[in-house]
């Protein structure tokens, strides 16, 4: 029998964690002690919007897309697979056409044993341009990863994010797979509602079913 305790796979934001090249780093600090206000500490934080496990809205890559406001919760809230790919460099239709997909909502790929957190991938599983019509044709309308995106560090196309987009499929990045095992488990990775936000942090947590 499964252990039914919730899992997080969610990265710890911490002010040494990996973020994308050139964007905001993860930053907490005290503004005001509990010394200074007699009462209570405050804290403050700031990182960009795709920093550690985090949602990317529609708008992130297309000027006309939703925004993290406008968006379905129920996306995120649901039963999900969880389907191992390790090993392989690029992932799509013809990597996933060996799994039993049928009936499932929310994949998320497994791409590696694990990863230093504090240092950004040189490399990492990226998609192909085939894997939006795929899975709509399966009927899966969220896709996670436990990579830093689903197209490559030098992408200007962006072209993984297209095809999923084009095919009302969602993207949920930088999950933590290392110690889950493929199956099926309940999945909540909420955003937060940031007003006309492009993307937001998320706390993703899983949950075996059966």
């Keep these: 029998m499964k252990n039914k305790s919730w899992i997080d796979i969610s990265q710890p934001l911490t002010n040494d964690m990996a973020v994308w090249p050139g964007d905001t780093p993860f930053n907490f600090k005290l503004s005001f002690t509990k010394e ?6 405050i804290g403050q934080f700031t990182t960009s919007a795709h920093t550690g496990t985090h949602i990317d809205a529609p708008y992130h890559f297309d000027e006309n897309g939703e925004k993290v406001h406008e968006l379905d919760v129920n996306i995120y809230v649901g039963q999900a697979r969880v389907v191992d790919v390790t090993g392989c460099e690029m992932v799509g239709k013809e990597e996933l056409e060996q799994f039993s997909l049928e009936g499932v909502e929310r994949l998320l790929l497994k791409t590696s044993d ?24 399966k009927g899966v309308s969220l896709l996670g990863t436990d990579g830093p995106s689903v197209d490559a560090i030098d992408s200007k196309t962006m072209d993984a994010h297209h095809s999923l987009n084009d095919n009302g499929v969602y993207i949920l990045e930088n999950i933590v797979l290392t110690d889950v095992e ?3 488990y309940e999945l909540i990775a909420l955003p937060l509602a940031i007003e006309g936000a492009d993307g937001s942090p998320v706390r993703a947590v899983l949950r075996p079913i059966g």
């Design 114 to 137: 694990g990863r230093d957190l504090g240092r950004f991938p040189e490399k990492f599983t990226v998609f192909r341009e085939n894997i939006g019509p795929f899975l709509k044709e």
């Design 36 to 41: 200074q206000t007699g009462s209570v500490n």
């Design 182 to 184: 493929p199956g099926d």
